[in-house]
């Protein structure tokens, strides 16, 4: 178990949670059994296990006493991991704006090596321009004070700093072709943001693909969502489908290959990354049209 350098708390309570898990199986121990021995209930391991709760130390000490863990190193290891995953992320500051939901994906998304994402109705918030993202904000909390929708346009951008960081994931988005003709913020806001698109798809971890109309039905006709992939092959893939007030985060292997089948064959089904880009360039000219 090696954290990748920078892997958020979400992901480190999720590894922690699994090693675990792993050393409870090893020693037959059941979550009760485990409960009882840090205070706790059956189904507070359960959250442990899947990384959905904080840890505190001395219960993550007295697990390992009963699981068997003596050498001194393995110890401090995994109460090192412990304390470094109750460390609170960057977006925490953003808590009083951010759901409890969004956060953890905010959480998984710092720490992919690979974000796969289908859109019908928005431009992916990793691409968004700053106008494009306010327009955004505004027609889900039109009537919040202007330092909050600020604060929520602040914190899209800053997420957005990943795509350029060192050992940035790799980004591949499927969109849409009714996702870039709605006129978000206007014919001026969506100009700008086709040319960023138009930019970003030339970037070497960034893949832009287009569906086009012309394609009729396709794969994934159910909606959005996203798969993200971990570098620590100890981590599951993670399936993200978002809803109005809250999230789905799916990550059973039969759930996953399903909607891993799906995103490859809009994959297939799609405008290549080529052709999109000379589509992202043909749809921006026709925001320079005068209105009918």
Not at 173 to 183: G, M, S, T, W, Y
């Amino acid at each position: 178990m090696t954290p990748e350098p920078g892997a958020g708390p979400t992901v480190l309570r999720i590894l922690l949670g699994s090693q675990l898990r792993r050393l409870r199986e090893e020693r037959n121990v059941t979550r009760e059994d485990a409960g009882y021995a840090i205070r706790a209930s059956e189904s507070k391991i359960s959250r442990i296990e899947l990384g959905r709760v904080g840890f505190k130390e001395r219960d993550v000490s007295d697990l390992l006493t009963l699981y068997g863990v003596s050498d001194p190193a393995e110890r401090e290891a995994l109460l090192s991991l412990a304390r470094e995953a109750n460390q609170p992320g960057w977006w925490h500051k953003f808590g009083d704006i951010l759901p409890q939901w969004f956060q953890a994906y905010v959480g998984l998304e710092a720490a992919a090596s690979l974000i796969r994402t289908y859109e019908v109705q928005f431009i992916p918030g990793l691409l968004q321009t700053e106008d494009y993202a306010r327009a955004v904000v505004l027609l889900g909390n039109g009537s919040a004070p202007k330092e909050e929708i600020d604060r929520r346009v602040q914190l899209r951008m800053e997420r957005q700093q990943l795509l350029s960081r060192p050992n940035a994931p790799r980004f591949w988005a499927i969109i849409d072709e009714a996702v870039l003709r709605r006129p978000i913020g206007g014919r001026e806001v969506m100009r700008a943001q086709l040319d960023l698109l138009a930019e970003l798809s030339e970037r070497p971890n960034v893949t832009l693909q287009i569906i086009p109309f012309g394609f009729g039905g396709h794969a994934a006709a159910g909606g959005a969502f996203s798969l993200l992939r971990f570098p620590d092959q100890t981590l599951p893939d993670i399936v993200y489908i978002e809803q109005l007030t809250s999230a789905l985060y799916l990550e059973k292997r039969e759930d996953v290959d399903t909607y891993l089948e799906s995103m490859e064959r809009l994959a297939v089904e799609a405008d290549s990354p080529d052709r999109s880009r000379e589509r992202f360039a043909e749809i921006r000219k026709d925001f320079d049209l005068p209105l009918r």
